[in-house]
Every structure is written in C-alpha cells, then in structure tokens.
C-alpha cells in the first residue's frame, strides 16, 4: 500500500547528521550462521553448512567483508564406496572478499572466494566431532568423498525494495524486495531472482534473506529510515527463490580432478523460506526453515533443513 509515509520516505528518504530522526548506522557487522538438515531428521545431500562473516563501513554506504564457509555433503545411504544415483560424499571449504554498497532502494554486493574440496576442507573431521559429541551414527563413506582441488568462485547479488508493499500502522510494519544472484567460478555457475517479505515491529534493515551464500553478509543492503535502533524489533520473513544452475562441481566433477559422476544435476531448482528473527540491543536472532527442490534427478525428496543465525552490530 502506498501511504503518504511512504511517499515522504521516498522524497527524503534519510535523514542527515544533525536533522531530526538522525541516528548513526552500526559500522562493525558480525554473524555466525549455521545451516542443518538434522534439525529436521534427514542427515542427507546438503547436510551441513558453517558461514561466518564480518563486514565494515568504509566510506558512507560503501562496506567491505571478509568470510568463512564451510559445507557438507553426504549421501543418502550410510556405506562405503561410491553410491550411484545419489549424491557422493563432498566437503568444501573456501574463505571471502566482498565489496558491498548499501542504499535506501537499491543494494548490491560481490564476493570472491578462493576454497578447497576434498580432505583440505575437513569437512570429514567436522562430521565426526559433531557426530561423536551427539552420540549419533558415523558415516563411513569419506574415503571416497571427491578429490581434494583449489576453487575460485565469484558472486554478485543486488536487492531492490519495493516501496508499494510497504505499511505502517504504527504498531506494525511491512516490507519487502526483489533480490537476484549471479555465481560463475570452478564451484558453480548459476543465476536465480527471489522475493522476500517480512511483517513485524520496527523492522530492521538488515535480515532481508538469510542463508548460507555468498555475497550474503549480516548488514543487508537496504537502510530503513523508519529503523529505531535503539527499540526492540521482532519480524516473521518469508522468502521464494529460483535458479538456474548450469555447472555444480559435487555433482558434475571438478575442473582439475574430475571424478566419476554418481547422480546427474537438476538445472531448475527452487527454495522457499520461513523463519522469523529477533533484535535487541544490538544482537540480531534468527531461526528458519528452508525447503529446496531437489539438487540432482534422483534425489528421493526434497530437501528441508533449518537455518539458524546471530549477529552483532555495533
């Protein structure tokens, strides 16, 4: 709904140092992220996923940041040896540079990543520590997970706010934008364009989409000039998004170390999301869900798994 406030925002939509309303956007950003399909009792494909980001204001809206990944995959079937029709085993590990602007209507970011496959990424040794701490099953199959290989991955995303599904009664709020990704590098090539809306109380800028990718960091790249930093905010979000997925190295082999091919890729792929998210004094908590269209053709199910996330900004 396009209210009058709205239209005012849109005419003036940041208030300056100095000017009423003015208040200093946090320049240090840092999140931790975990994504888990155990959360929902399916230990399988895309199992587990670490990111840990930080970013910083350089110059106004203009950030930079640097990033950790780690990810997991395993096959559906507990077992030694290759596992046809099924995702093989496949760790991967890389660490970022991203450059971000941040704006009031439009936002972009681009990151690069430099990583390693295969026993350099200990994916193998973070399974098991997770699993023998939990008292859960071992898999056994590592020794046959994909060669290890450097990786080089670039990816861009932009977001852009759309003002006219914007509200604000005054008790609670609505908001929502259109984001697209781009990723070209060894890892992957793909494209996708998304949806995200939220409702809630005093709805930050940042936590648009929360996910385990790159480009993605914890300062979004929307301002809110409604945003009161100094008041709690709590949102429920939701979030669609599809893709095109051209190149997957776990699944179609590396570009120096291929490997023979256990499953085929499946290029039109979707996820939906659903989590809600809490701030308070600083502190940004988030917990979600995420459903994805199968990966390859003969994945037996979707996947689901949870997403849990808590960043600072100071």
Not at 24 to 49: I, Q
Not at 80 to 99: D, K, M, R, S
Request: aromatic letters at 14%.
């Amino acid at each position: 709904m396009l209210t009058a406030s709205v239209v005012a925002d849109y005419i003036n939509p940041i208030a300056q140092p100095g000017e009423p309303g003015y208040t200093p956007a946090p320049k240090n950003h840092l999140r931790v992220l975990f994504e888990n399909d155990s959360a929902f009792d399916e230990d399988r494909n895309y199992t587990h996923g670490t990111r840990i980001d930080y970013a910083r204001e350089i110059k106004g809206n203009h950030y930079f940041g640097a990033s950790i990944t780690q990810n997991i995959y395993t096959p559906e079937t507990h077992t030694n040896g290759n596992v046809y029709n099924q995702q093989p085993h496949a760790g991967y590990l890389a660490f970022g540079g991203a450059y971000m602007y941040r704006g009031e209507y439009v936002g972009s970011s681009v990151e690069l990543q430099i990583g390693t496959t295969g026993k350099a990424s200990f994916a193998e040794n973070a399974q098991w520590f997770v699993h023998e701490i939990g008292k859960m099953e071992q898999w056994d199959g590592w020794g046959d997970q994909i060669p290890s290989e450097v990786t080089m991955q670039l990816t861009a995303r932009q977001d852009w706010r759309l003002p006219f599904l914007e509200t604000d009664n005054g008790a609670y709020q609505t908001d929502a934008l259109i984001y697209t990704r781009q990723a070209v590098g060894t890892v992957s090539v793909a494209g996708g364009i998304g949806l995200s809306l939220r409702w809630g109380r005093n709805l930050p800028g940042a936590m648009q989409v929360v996910g385990n990718h790159a480009a993605d960091y914890s300062t979004g790249l929307l301002r809110k000039s409604s945003y009161k930093p100094e008041e709690t905010s709590w949102f429920i979000l939701g979030s669609a998004y599809g893709s095109y997925v051209a190149r997957d190295l776990f699944i179609d082999g590396g570009v120096f170390h291929d490997f023979e091919q256990t499953c085929s890729r499946s290029p039109w792929q979707a996820e939906l999301q659903l989590g809600t998210g809490v701030v308070h004094e600083g502190i940004h908590y988030y917990a979600g869900a995420v459903w994805h269209t199968r990966r390859y053709r003969t994945q037996d199910n979707q996947a689901l798994y949870g997403t849990f996330a808590i960043s600072w900004h100071w």
